[in-house]
Every structure is written in C-alpha cells, then in structure tokens.
C-alpha cells in the first residue's frame, strides 16, 4: 500500500465518452502527478501539480484536462479520446522538497481503454 | 533533452545475481533513480544515486558513474517475487526538479 489509490482500476469508454479519473493521496504530499504508461513505452509525465497549481503540461491534447481542487485529490477528465490513448495513467505524489531525492509515490493506475 | 537506454528483458534463475543497466544522456545531471513496477501494479521507488559509487539497500544495490553516463541495479539472491519490471529515471533539469524521466523499462524473469 503506497498511500495513492486510484479510481476506477479499469475503465472501458467510447470515442464520444466523457468520463474522469480519480486520484487521492494519502502521505501529505504538496506534488501531485498524471503519468501514461503505453506498452513498451518509457512513462510519460502529462501534468505536475504544486500546492494545486499546475506547473507542468507536457504538450497534452486538450481532449485531457485535469483539475487538482486540493493537495489531496486530482483528476483528470477525459473526453472525445481517441483508441492510441488506451494505456495505464498512474498518478503520483511527492513532498516537493524541492530536493533532489523528492521521491515520487505511485498509485495501481487506471487501466484505460478506448474503443 | 534527456533519454536513457536499458536493456528490454533480463531473465536470470533464483538465487543467482542480475545487474540492469542503463546510460543516461541528461542536459543536467541530478541523480538516478530506480523504480519497480510488477505487472498490474505501481512503481515503487527502490533507490537513488547522485554520487558515485554503489548504493546498498538489502539485496539490491546500486551504482552511479557520472564520468560514464552510467549506472545499474544489482539485485542479488534473486526470488520469484523479484520478477517485475525496472525503470532506471533522471530528472530533467530543463524544467525544474519535478519532472522525472523514465527509461523504457527492463523486465525481469526470474525462473525456479
């Protein structure tokens, strides 16, 4: 148990679906993270989170948009995706010591797919 | 930019000793890291590097050459539960300590 948990864990959806995951952190972390996770990708760090302020948006397509309404949850709402965006997002929290050991705690991911 | 190459799979047998490996190009270098995802779950932070040398947590450890651009997790008395996969990571420095940069992954087998 790393103290990120994440809903739903699987989440099958139309192209013309809208729909949110879920992320909550239980560690009193003030960084919060979307990752992608694609088959024999690297991850792929979407948005960063400080204090819930976006810091980071690593050239998402807007059919992605997170909301962060405290340091404790994030979500990431989805709609109009397409099938390439099937994949694992995992969130991520770390205390932003702003350190170079900030280490980041991952959640189990939502297994996503598109059809 | 940054990018790190691992190797795709590693399969060893139980008890033995495996080292992964991975060469980093980073515009600023601030330390390596390794994480361990098993299949279905989350990456887990194992260790973190920003000096030279070997790092030693338990069975596992781990060793940075800055000079080389190098560094590997050593994982020894390998165990079944040890089969999982292992993402080498630096932080890219172009935008701030927050963004970790992940290589591709080894996947480690581990057979009786």
């Known amino acids: 148990e790393t103290g990120v948990t994440q809903t739903p864990r699987h989440l099958v959806m139309g192209m013309t679906n809208k729909k949110s995951l879920k992320c909550e952190q239980h560690?009193?972390?003030?960084?919060m993270y979307w990752y992608k996770q694609s088959a024999k990708k690297p991850l792929e760090l979407m948005f960063v989170?400080?204090?819930?302020?976006?810091?980071e948006n690593n050239s998402v397509p807007s059919r992605f948009s997170p909301e962060c309404p405290n340091s404790s949850h994030l979500f990431l709402h989805l709609h109009t995706l397409q099938p390439e965006d099937s994949a694992l997002y995992l969130c991520?929290?770390?205390?932003?010591?702003?350190?170079?050991?900030?280490?980041?705690?991952f959640g189990p991911g939502t297994r996503l797919t598109v059809l | 930019g940054q990018s790190l190459e691992q190797p795709s799979e590693v399969t060893a047998v139980e008890g033995a000793i495996v080292q992964i490996n991975c060469t980093y190009q980073?515009?600023?270098?601030?330390?390596l890291s390794w994480y361990q995802q098993h299949d279905g779950g989350a990456p887990t932070f194992l260790s973190y590097?920003?000096?030279?040398g070997l790092e030693e947590t338990g069975r596992f450890s781990s060793f940075l050459s800055r000079s080389d651009s190098y560094g590997y997790l050593l994982l020894q008395e390998l165990q079944m539960k040890d089969s999982a996969s292992y993402f080498c990571?630096?932080?890219?420095?172009?935008?701030?300590?927050?963004?970790?940069?992940f290589g591709t992954g080894t996947r480690l087998l581990v057979s009786p």
């Open positions: 991520a929290s770390s205390q932003d010591k702003r350190e170079y050991t900030d280490t980041q705690y």
């Open positions: 560690l009193g972390h003030n960084a």
């Open positions: 989170y400080n204090f819930k302020e976006q810091t």
């Open positions: 980073t515009s600023g270098f601030y330390g």
């Open positions: 590097n920003a000096l030279d």
């Open positions: 990571a630096v932080r890219d420095m172009n935008t701030g300590f927050q963004k970790l940069v």
